[in-house]
């Protein structure tokens, strides 16, 4: 037990005066980061496309909502009947709910297909010209790696390596 002991000091000793070493010898690469989703946010083609599918999502969720409202108001009345109704007819009127229910579910998975689909390609274009930015940014700055902040995980990054105000100024300034 004291060897294991011995050993593992002798380790965590080798380990902490041994890291800032191997830190110090490492090559430095010029990194840099970004956040799409506030730079798409924050320019004025992203702001109209955020807009027009905010518009989209009401009118879908406004079907959703009616539909909703008309499969709880079945329900209710299905509820009411089920105990006075015979087998045969409470067997026709469950199977009525499921395919409503059916119905409802399909329309909902669908909505959120085709929103996903208008939200890439609203902004499919802009995120294009983004990245071309990105590009021009990291040379013009000489940097190895840009990171997306949200795709990468990026968990900290210093203020200095944040290239995302400039993203969207110069976007501004060329679209």
Do not use: W
């Amino acid at each position: 037990m004291k060897t294991i002991l011995l050993s593992c000091l002798a380790l965590a000793a080798v380990t902490l005066t041994a890291g800032p070493l191997l830190a110090q010898d490492a090559p430095s690469v010029p990194i840099g980061v970004v956040d799409i989703q506030r730079a798409i946010r924050g320019v004025e083609d992203g702001q109209q496309a955020i807009q027009n599918l905010e518009r989209q999502l009401q009118q879908r969720q406004n079907l959703l909502d009616q539909s909703e409202s008309e499969l709880r108001q079945f329900t209710q009345q299905l509820e009411q009947d089920l105990v006075m109704l015979d087998t045969e007819t409470r067997r026709q009127r469950l199977a009525e709910y499921q395919e409503r229910l059916e119905a409802y579910q399909n329309l909902y998975l669908t909505h959120q297909r085709e929103l996903l689909q208008l939200e890439q390609e609203a902004t499919r274009e802009i995120v294009g010209r983004m990245v071309d930015l990105v590009a021009q940014i990291a040379a013009d700055r000489n940097l190895a790696v840009v990171l997306e902040r949200t795709q990468s995980s990026v968990v900290f990054a210093a203020t200095q390596l944040d290239l995302t105000d400039e993203l969207i100024s110069r976007y501004e300034q060329q679209y």
